[in-house]
């Protein structure tokens, strides 16, 4: 079967490879789930691993499947599967376990140990191909319901992990009523986040480049967010003009930005990073005042990477949540589809060219 793939650390070698169908009984126990591949997302992630920045080849294979955020049906299940069956839609999540003892309890997006497998990414195949089996322990069911919001359910869950993480942590101050958040970026992780926060009651200001209206802006306001440009408003401008934010996430992609927020975090505040910044770029930062400040400040930083099962499911609810709360805008981020495995290159091109992109995915079969 088809699949498109990189040679890891050979810039721009994405190609199409001809790989096996897995088969159910390939994971043991009964446990196997057979998946066929409907849609998949790619993201700044896939561009990095295309551009030699990111990513690595399963040991003793010279490439690496690409596609991390899946969407499909069930075609067959293992006997000892109770957690879906064959029609079922659902997702996977994208890494799998280490051997440290937080691998070992399910949160394997915590894991202490340097080396991390993430199908897709780092050193196991994806998605991108025509059918996939996995361990049913990793595999997220969709509710039918959700099915046109297909393949934002992984990103979806690594914005729901972020400020979960936030929440968890900052149950150092007993009592945490955030009001102002801050989301840096509007691109896929920036909306879904700002879905999130205001889904929790925040008075949320996204903040991107690009002056409104355009469709990010149409997308925040749907979702009763403040669209910020930086053009008119810069980011220290704003914090002096509603205050500074009690939650600061960072989406972005860009480590000069996440440093600038410091400037702009509240006391007692926490600002979470989640770009994956996979280049070498330096930037100076004025040390003295950040450090004085978040010290008298009591101030948070936190790093939040990948998501787990858990966080799957939550975002998963935050969806149906938000498709409740403001009907028809989730969707509005679907923006640009590529037809079929075999127009990679075309997705690449999208993926690198299309600046007005909020997300490009293939649609690899039909329902
Ligand atoms: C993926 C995450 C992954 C991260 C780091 C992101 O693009 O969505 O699942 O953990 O890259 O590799
Ligand atoms: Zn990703």
């Not at 915590?110 to 996995?134: A, K, P």
């Not at 989301?183 to 991107?208: D, H, M, P, W």
């Not at 799957?312 to 028809?328: C, H, N, Q, R, T």
Request: hydrophobic share 40%; with cysteine.
């Amino acid at each position: 079967m088809k699949a498109v793939a990189v040679y890891p650390g050979q810039k721009n070698s994405v190609h199409l490879e001809d790989i096996p169908k897995p088969s159910v009984h390939d994971v043991p126990r009964g446990r196997g789930v057979l998946v066929r591949v409907l849609k998949v997302g790619v993201d700044a992630t896939d561009k990095e691993i295309n551009d030699a920045l990111y990513g690595n080849a399963p040991p003793g294979c010279k490439y690496l499947v690409l596609g991390h955020e899946s969407f499909g049906i069930v075609e067959e299940v293992g006997e000892n599967v109770h957690r879906v069956k064959p029609g079922d839609f659902v997702t996977a999540t994208v890494r799998r376990p280490g051997g440290s003892i937080y691998d070992r309890i399910g949160t394997y997006d915590m894991t202490s140990e340097e080396v991390y497998y993430e199908r897709g990414i780092n050193l196991l195949h994806g998605f991108l191909t025509e059918y996939y089996v996995e361990d049913e322990e990793y595999v997220v069911k969709v509710p039918p319901g959700l099915k046109h919001l297909h393949v934002l359910m992984e990103p979806m869950s690594c914005a729901a992990k972020a400020v979960q993480q936030a929440f968890e942590v900052q149950r150092r101050m007993r009592v945490w009523r955030p009001e102002i958040a801050f989301v840096l970026g509007a691109g896929q992780i920036g909306l879904l986040t700002t879905l999130i926060l205001k889904l929790r009651g925040l008075r949320v200001y996204t903040i991107a480049r690009s002056k409104p209206p355009l469709l990010k802006s149409e997308i925040v306001e749907g979702m009763e967010g403040n669209y910020i440009s930086t053009a008119e408003t810069p980011l220290e401008e704003l914090a002096r003009k509603v205050g500074k934010a009690d939650l600061i996430v960072d989406a972005t992609g860009s480590s000069q930005i996440a440093f600038d927020a410091m400037r702009t975090l509240g006391h007692n505040g926490v600002l979470v990073w989640t770009s994956i910044t996979g280049g070498d770029r330096q930037v100076d930062v004025p040390s003295d005042r950040i450090n004085l400040d978040w010290v008298l400040g009591n101030k948070l930083l936190l790093g939040s990477v990948n998501a787990n099962r858990e966080h799957f499911e939550s975002g998963i609810k935050d969806l149906a949540l938000g498709e409740v709360m403001y009907p028809g805008v989730i969707e509005k981020i679907l923006t640009t589809p590529v037809q079929g495995l075999d127009n990679y290159q075309e997705m690449m091109k999208l993926l690198v060219e299309d600046n007005a992109a909020l997300k490009v995915y293939v649609n690899v079969s039909d329902e």
